[in-house]
């Protein structure tokens, strides 16, 4: 019912900053969260970022200050933009939409940070 394509994603150097963008079609009422996840090698999956339909937001420890999401009505896009890169954040980023009852998730994009 709920389609998500990402982008954005891509090598870039420490320090540097990253857009993605996470484009959803479908069936996409009643969605009560949306949330950017990554997983490193070997790492289970953990939540970057997320926003609530009523636009609050929250993120993990490692990233606040440096990432931030937010999202376009209009475009039923989801973003994160993230600056200051370091290598831990080296990973595949996963989009997510929730609704009560279920959820969708996008293909994964790879996030590179070296030098």
Do not use: H
């Amino acid at each position: 019912q709920v389609q998500l394509v990402e982008s954005g994603g891509g090598l870039v150097q420490p320090g540097g900053s990253l857009r993605l963008s996470c484009a959803a079609s479908g069936t996409i009422f009643s969605i009560t969260a949306m949330g950017w996840y990554r997983q490193a090698p070997g790492q289970q999956r953990e939540m970057v970022a997320r926003i609530t339909s009523n636009g609050r937001t929250n993120y993990v420890d490692a990233v606040k200050g440096r990432f931030t999401i937010s999202r376009d009505d209009a475009k039923n896009t989801l973003y994160l933009q993230m600056n200051n890169l370091k290598p831990e954040d080296t990973a595949v980023y996963y989009c997510n939409f929730a609704r009560p009852l279920n959820e969708y998730w996008g293909q994964g994009t790879q996030v590179t940070v070296s030098s």
